[in-house]
């Protein structure tokens, strides 16, 4: 099923950001979905914006690839961490080194310092929970998203899901990355030259109303949209990672 060539909105796979502590929970470690996402959020709302790194997620090539234009990320900075000791550092000085009208934040798997075992237990759960909190009161110091990725479960990965204010568990289909995220529905997934467009989007698109099993698309309006089997649009570009 194709897209009308017509006044059509087009599908989106990527939830909008929201002021405050927001985490992407994803089944592995790795930047692709975070970079994907923070390049978007910076797309939509330009400006300076810090990223404090772990594990290499904030690699230039999967960043560039994923932005729609170079000057995406031309207000970006990136610190990166090695211990957790290094990490909770480099968040406690956010606070000194973040610019007026600072539009995004991002800790890259803020959970894996604290996991790796060269601070002992006890004081990598109290350096966590003390960069946790820095990250609180950043978000609403700027009024600005603060985007915290974690990979995989375990205790560190479950406190910092726990203190954020929007969970956002990220998926991998076989039609491309999933973001689910509170109160969202997926429309679309960005596969090889195109969208492969969900139930929900023609729901939109058509004002098929899906509380009631008697209201359906015009034969006129299915027949527009029908021109080939459920597949990607033709002409609407990859921008992700």
């Known amino acids: 099923m194709r897209l009308p060539t017509t006044d ?21 470690a790795g930047g692709g979905a975070l970079a994907r996402l923070a390049t978007d959020w910076l797309a939509r709302d330009p400006g ?9 997620a904030a690699d230039t090539r999967r960043l560039y ?31 000194r080194r973040a610019r007026p009208g600072t539009r995004l934040m991002v800790v890259a798997d803020a959970a894996r310092p604290y996991r790796e075992g060269d601070a002992p237990d006890d004081e990598a759960r109290r350096l966590r929970r003390a960069g946790t909190a820095v990250l609180t009161e950043l978000a609403a110091a700027f009024d600005c998203p603060v985007l ?19 969970v956002i568990e990220c998926e991998a289909t076989p039609f ?5 995220a509170p109160g969202e529905t997926v429309r679309g997934y960005r596969v090889a030259g195109g969208w492969q467009t969900t139930v ?5 698109l058509f004002g098929v109303d899906p509380a009631d099993p008697l209201s359906t698309a015009s034969p006129a309006a299915v027949a527009a949209a029908t021109t080939g089997p459920l597949a990607a649009t033709a002409d609407a570009g990859d921008g992700g990672g």
């Open 65 to 95: 690839d994923a932005a729609p234009t170079r000057r995406t990320l031309a207000g970006l900075r990136v610190a990166r961490a090695f211990t957790a000791y290094q990490h909770a550092e480099l968040i406690r000085r956010l606070p």
């Open 148 to 166: 915290v990725s974690v990979a995989g479960a375990g205790d560190h990965a479950d406190a910092v899901a726990d203190a954020a204010d929007r």
């Open 200 to 204: 929900p989007y023609w729901v939109d």
């Open 8 to 28: 059509r909105p087009a599908p989106t796979d990527r939830p909008a950001p929201e002021p405050g502590v927001t985490v992407l929970r994803t089944e592995r």
């Open 176 to 180: 491309g990355t999933r973001f689910d």
């Open 48 to 56: 300076p914006a810090y990223w404090v790194d772990a594990g290499g």
